[in-house]
């Protein structure tokens, strides 16, 4: 048989006839009552999600203006260490007092864009502090107080920017 003997075939065969199942105006209604409340339904997420995204965004931005320095004042701490460095090996003269200005009107131009130095005390706090090494406790320094600061921390804001580089005493 060939393919056009088989397309003739099909073409005489009667299609079957589909059932048409009609609705009462009841069955209906019911049913555009359903697809209207599952649309009620749909917008409602939609509507909220919309509400969530712009909350969202709108924290983000806040987020972003309140931290935009973040990065700078990260990038100008090192400017600030090689001054402190420089105080430590100069001899007292007007260069030392040129350097000591230079060092506080940057402190001060930090300060107001948020920066603080961590205050170090004599308790570890390890959520501003990093050890970078320890030594044995004793009595004049306990298990987990402070013994020195290598090296200042910074706080941005309320993130910490830097922490203070300490040595700890340890059991």
Do not use: C
Not at 63 to 83: C, H, Q, T, W, Y
Not at 115 to 130: A, R
Not at 151 to 156: D, H, K, P, Q, S
């Amino acid at each position: 048989m060939s393919e056009e003997e088989s397309a003739e075939e099909q073409a005489e065969e009667p299609a079957p006839e589909e059932e048409v199942i009609e609705l009462t105006i009841e069955e209906q209604l019911a049913e555009a009552i359903a697809r209207a409340e599952k649309a009620e339904a749909e917008i409602t997420y939609r509507d909220a999600d919309l509400v969530n995204l712009r909350r969202r965004t709108a924290t983000d931005k806040i987020e972003l203006l309140k931290f935009a320095g973040f990065n700078l004042a990260n990038r100008i701490l090192p400017v600030l260490d090689s001054l402190d460095k420089a105080l430590e090996a100069a001899e007292e003269g007007p260069m030392t007092d040129g350097v000591r200005l230079t060092r506080e009107n940057l402190i001060q131009a930090l300060q107001t864009e948020g920066l603080t130095e961590i205050e170090v005390g004599s308790e570890f706090d390890p959520t501003t502090m990093e050890a970078l090494s320890t030594l044995p406790a004793s009595d004049e320094h306990p298990d987990g107080t402070v013994i020195d600061t290598l090296e200042a921390g910074w706080m941005y804001k309320d993130r910490v920017l830097r922490p203070a580089r300490v040595v700890v005493a340890k059991e």
